[in-house]
DNA sequence: CGCGGAATTGATGTGCATCAACTCGGGTGG
DNA sequence: CCACCCGAGTTGATGCACATCAATTCCGCG
C-alpha cells in the first residue's frame, strides 16, 4: 500500500496487543470517549447502536482484519458499541498516535482517507441491499459477502460457522428472525446451502450468485 | 476549527471557483476518475447511484456549505453522480492539493478525518431513518433536517422552496412518489405545514418533532 | 437430565407498492 | 396572449412481502 517496512515498523510500534476478549466483552460502548481505533486479529465483532426508544440495530460484523471505530472521529465519542461475537484477539490503534504518524507519511494519511472513504461506501452498499432487495436476496448478499471476507483470509469459503445469532443477521438485514430462519430453510430445500444451527455447509455460491443476477426487469430510469 | 488565517489563505489558494451550473448539469458522474472534492457555494445538488439494473437511488441533496464527493476517494473514481437541481455556484477542490496541503497542516488533517466520519454517521442514521421509521416519520423527519440546514445558512425555516421533484424525495426515502405525494396532503390537512406545488409555508417545527418523539413503546432490547 | 433461551413453523394482519385514471401547471408556439 | 401539450403531481383501488403474534421444538449448558 506504498508504506515502506521502516513504515510499517512505526505503525506497528503503536499498536497494542489486547489479551483475548470472550463472547460479549466490549472493544467500547455507545457515548464512551473515542481514544483508539480497533483491528480483529482473530475471532469476530459486531458493532450496534440503539436509538433513542432503545430499539438495537446491528451495523455490521467484523471479521479478522477489518478496521473499527471510525464513527468515533467526528465527536470524539463512540456513535456504536462493539461487542465480540466468540473468543477473539483484538488490537488496539491509539488515535492521538495514529493522526501524529499519519501527518508524517504521506502514503499512510492516504491508506486513512481511503478507508474511511470504503466505509462511506459501504454504507451506501448496505443502504442499497435493505431498501431495494428483498428478504432472499438479503441474506443471499450477506452469505456470499461473509463467504468472500474467508476466504480472503484464508478460509473455508463453502463451510463456515455463524458466530451471531439469528437474531443479529435479522437485525442486521432488516428482517424479523422469523423472516430469516424461514429463507435459510427455503435455501435449505432449493439446495443452496446445509444449515444446522450455526453451522453452514456445502454454500452453492454460484447459485446464490445467480439469484442476484440481474433482474429480466429492465428499469429505465433517468437520473 | 484550529486553522489559523494563514492555513485558510493556504487552502483558499487551491479552490476553484466554477461558473454557475444549471439545471441538470453535472459536477461528476459514477465511474468517472476522481480528482476533486466539490463544495455548494449556492442553489443545491442531488447525488445517485445507480445498481446493475439501472434502477436509481438519490443518495443526499446538498446544500450551500456542503461537501460532496468523499466517496470518490477509495477507488479514484466517483461511486456516485453529482446533478445540480438548480443554478448553482460551486468550488472545485483539488484532490491532490488537498492531500499535500493536509499533511502539511495536522489540523486541516484532522478536519479531513472529521468530515470523512460525520459522512459514515451520517449514513448509518440515514439508514436507521430508512429501516426503523415509516413513511410519515421519514418526511416529518426531511422536513426538519432541510429546515434545520436552511436556518443554520441563515434562511427562512418555516417557508422554503423544494428544488428537487417528489420523484427524487421518494427515493431519498425509500418511498413511492404517490406516498410522498400522499403523507404531504395528510400533513397538509393536519395543519402541519402548507405546501403547493415546491413551495412549501408555514412548517410547524414542533408538531413535526412531536411526531418523532419516543414513541410510548418501551422497548427493552439488550444488545 | 432438565431447564431456558434460540430457533423453527404456522396463522394472521398491514403499510406501502403498484397499477390506473385523472388533474395541474408552466413552457412553447401559433 | 391564449391554447395546447406533456411531464409532474395527485388521488383512488388493489395486492403482496414481510411483520407480528402464537405455539412448539431444538439445543447448549449447568
Known sequence: MGLTPDDVARLDDIVKRKCPLHRGEYLFQEGEPFRALYVVKSGSVKSYARNADGEVRVLGFHLPGELIGLDGIEHNTHACSAKVLETSAICEIPYAHLQTLSAAI??????????????????????????????????????????????????????FYLSMPRHDIASYLNLSAETVSRRFTHFQKAGLLDISGKHVQRLDIPALEGMLAVGMTVTINKG
Do not use: H, V
Open 106 to 159: 504521506p502514503s499512510l494519511q492516504q491508506q486513512m482517507y481511503r478507508l474511511l472513504s470504503k466505509e462511506i461506501n459501504r454504507d451506501n452498499e448496505m443502504l442499497f441491499l435493505l431498501t431495494n432487495k428483498n428478504a432472499d436476496e438479503r441474506l443471499a448478499t450477506f452469505l456470499i459477502n461473509l463467504s468472500g471476507r474467508l476466504r480472503k483470509r484464508g478460509l473455508c469459503a463453502t463451510d
